[in-house]
């Protein structure tokens, strides 16, 4: 059965090629039309071309599209899966250098923060008219969003849209591989972890090794030490462990292990010069994200010419193929997912976007119930939430004090009076104005 797959932000070097790799390494989706929607057509153009190769390579029946009007790419879809950045680097830079001068260094900026409040603004206007068109055009259609801020984000289509919407991150699964190196395990099956919370923030509360407590186990291994000292030395700066580490000595639970986000979500690490060494904190600078971007746009040509590495001839650990096989072949597949709180996480606000362990089939998504969160951490979480739920409203509506009231309660701002917040607001949302339609005439 041919199935219309369509990538929005299909000329994504970063995602592109990993998810047409996995898609493509997927039986149940043979014979299926890729339909590579971005309005930079040089950038599209470069993924069609390495998935026509790769194709060819694996002998897998795809029909690739490149469409520029969303319009045309959107109509009939089965499939949605979301990779873009309203902005792209030029908007995001001013999400790192404005908050700077208030004492707010921003390691990612995409989620917490000023920047991640930034990031929603221009990003929820976009994602409004995405599912208006979703609505209208592709009504029997599965959305997959890995944009962010992912939470802000993944609600704004699960109000705006009657279809199914999850949010995906790999958060969980390197935190997995982060495991397996510290406990020496072979396989991700090794580990049985209950995890709950929100992207980017949450916690694993029950962990087990090879069918052993594994938090005893941790805490035989520190014998009383860090983290650090567990941790191989060429794996410590992509990862705070010294975060994770003081995190896992306040609550006894690990949290996010995967990369730089963790610090952003409260207020001790960021908010001073003293602390970005105290806690050997690695910033990503625009520059570094750009030069990263030209080496993968480079890469991809390389191999469109050359040779395709083998690793793209294997599946990835994202989930987006598992999530669109399962309803293909109405088989069960679970695994880290956002989804709108109907309980599955007891004790924090209802209708949050949060991220749990989800059960994909042919019905839809449906959130594994964890049970409450334990303290500091659910406090911790549920402020997390209130910030990113008053972000949604305020961007949907146009409500701009709503969105300065968002921005003083969150954690990265606390060391700020109010006058200082809101020019701070004001300043960041006139560098961005130029995507902010909701917020006409009134900056």
Same mark, same amino acid.
């Given at each position: 059965?041919?199935?219309?797959? @369509?990538?929005?932000?299909?000329?994504?070097?970063?995602?592109?090629?990993?998810?047409?790799?996995?898609?493509?390494? %997927?039986?149940?989706?043979?014979?299926?039309?890729?339909?590579?929607?971005?309005?930079?057509?040089?950038n599209?153009?470069?993924?069609?071309?390495?998935?026509?190769?790769?194709?060819?390579?694996?002998?897998?029946?795809?029909?690739?599209?490149?469409? !520029?009007?969303?319009?045309?790419?959107?109509t009939g879809?089965?499939?949605?899966? $979301?990779?873009?950045?309203?902005?792209g680097?030029?908007?995001?830079?001013?999400?790192?250098?404005?908050?700077?001068?208030?004492? *707010?260094y921003? %390691?990612?900026?995409?989620?917490? !923060?000023?920047?991640?409040?930034?990031?929603?603004?221009?990003?929820v206007?976009?994602?409004?008219?995405?599912?208006?068109?979703?609505?209208?055009?592709a009504?029997?259609?599965?959305?997959?969003?890995?944009?962010?801020?992912?939470?802000?984000?993944?609600?704004?289509l699960?109000?705006?849209?009657?279809?199914?919407?999850?949010?995906?991150?790999?958060?969980l699964?390197?935190?997995?591989?982060?495991?397996?190196?510290?406990?020496?395990?072979? +396989?991700?099956?090794?580990i049985?972890?209950?995890?709950? !919370?929100?992207?980017?923030?949450?916690?694993?509360?029950?962990?087990?090794?090879k069918?052993?407590?594994?938090?005893?186990m941790?805490?035989?291994?520190?014998?009383?030490? +860090?983290?650090?000292?567990?941790?191989p030395?060429?794996?410590?700066?992509?990862?705070?462990?010294?975060?994770?580490?003081e $995190? =896992?000595?306040?609550?006894?639970?690990?949290?996010?292990?995967?990369?730089?986000?963790?610090?952003?979500?409260?207020?001790?690490?960021?908010? +001073?010069?003293?602390?970005?060494?105290?806690?050997? *904190?690695?910033?990503?600078?625009?520059?570094?994200?750009?030069?990263?971007?030209?080496?993968?746009?480079?890469?991809?040509?390389?191999?469109?010419?050359?040779? *395709?590495?083998?690793?793209?001839?294997?599946? +990835?650990?994202?989930?987006?193929?598992?999530? *669109?096989?399962?309803?293909?072949?109405?088989?069960?597949?679970?695994?880290?997912?956002?989804?709108?709180?109907?309980?599955?996480?007891?004790?924090?606000?209802? !209708?949050?976007?949060?991220?749990?362990? @989800?059960?994909?089939?042919?019905?839809?998504?449906?959130?594994?119930?964890?049970?409450?969160?334990?303290?500091?951490?659910?406090?911790?979480?549920?402020?997390?939430?209130?910030?990113?739920?008053?972000? @949604?409203?305020?961007?949907?509506?146009g409500? =701009?004090?709503?969105?300065?009231e968002?921005?003083?309660?969150?954690p990265?701002?606390?060391?700020?009076?109010?006058?200082? $917040?809101?020019?701070?607001?004001?300043?960041?949302?006139?560098?961005?104005?130029?995507?902010?339609?909701?917020?006409?005439?009134?900056?």
């Amino acid at each position: 059965m041919s199935r219309r797959i @369509v990538i929005v932000g299909g000329g994504s070097a970063g995602w592109g090629p990993k998810l047409m790799s996995d898609l493509m390494l %997927t039986p149940a989706l043979s014979g299926s039309t890729y339909v590579l929607h971005d309005f930079n057509a040089t950038n599209a153009n470069r993924i069609a071309n390495f998935a026509r190769k790769l194709a060819a390579k694996l002998g897998a029946s795809a029909d690739i599209v490149v469409e !520029g009007d969303p319009e045309q790419a959107l109509t009939g879809a089965d499939f949605i899966i $979301i990779t873009i950045s309203t902005g792209g680097l030029s908007a995001m830079a001013h999400d790192l250098a404005i908050p700077e001068d208030y004492s *707010i260094y921003h %390691t990612v900026g995409d989620t917490m !923060g000023p920047g991640g409040w930034a990031r929603t603004m221009r990003n929820v206007p976009v994602f409004v008219q995405m599912a208006e068109r979703i609505n209208r055009l592709a009504p029997n259609a599965v959305v997959l969003n890995y944009t962010n801020p992912m939470a802000q984000l993944t609600k704004t289509l699960a109000i705006s849209t009657s279809r199914p919407v999850v949010g995906l991150c790999h958060g969980l699964f390197e935190g997995l591989e982060a495991l397996q190196r510290l406990f020496n395990l072979e +396989s991700e099956d090794d580990i049985v972890a209950t995890y709950g !919370g929100v992207n980017h923030f949450f916690f694993i509360t029950q962990l087990a090794i090879k069918g052993q407590d594994g938090y005893a186990m941790l805490r035989e291994k520190l014998a009383g030490g +860090s983290l650090m000292d567990l941790v191989p030395q060429e794996y410590r700066e992509h990862v705070h462990w010294w975060a994770v580490d003081e $995190i =896992l000595k306040a609550t006894g639970m690990l949290t996010y292990m995967a990369d730089r986000h963790i610090v952003e979500f409260l207020p001790q690490y960021l908010t +001073s010069k003293e602390n970005l060494e105290r806690y050997h *904190i690695h910033r990503t600078t625009i520059q570094e994200r750009q030069d990263n971007m030209r080496r993968a746009e480079q890469h991809i040509e390389e191999m469109t010419s050359g040779t *395709i590495p083998d690793h793209y001839l294997e599946r +990835s650990r994202e989930t987006a193929a598992d999530i *669109i096989g399962a309803f293909a072949t109405g088989k069960q597949f679970v695994d880290v997912g956002n989804t709108i709180n109907t309980g599955q996480i007891s004790n924090v606000p209802l !209708g949050a976007v949060v991220e749990t362990p @989800v059960l994909v089939n042919a019905t839809g998504f449906h959130a594994v119930t964890i049970g409450g969160l334990p303290e500091p951490a659910r406090t911790w979480v549920e402020r997390v939430i209130r910030v990113e739920d008053m972000q @949604v409203q305020a961007a949907m509506a146009g409500d =701009l004090e709503l969105a300065f009231e968002a921005l003083m309660l969150d954690p990265l701002c606390s060391h700020l009076n109010l006058d200082q $917040i809101r020019e701070m607001g004001l300043r960041l949302l006139r560098a961005n104005q130029q995507y902010l339609p909701q917020f006409a005439g009134k900056l």
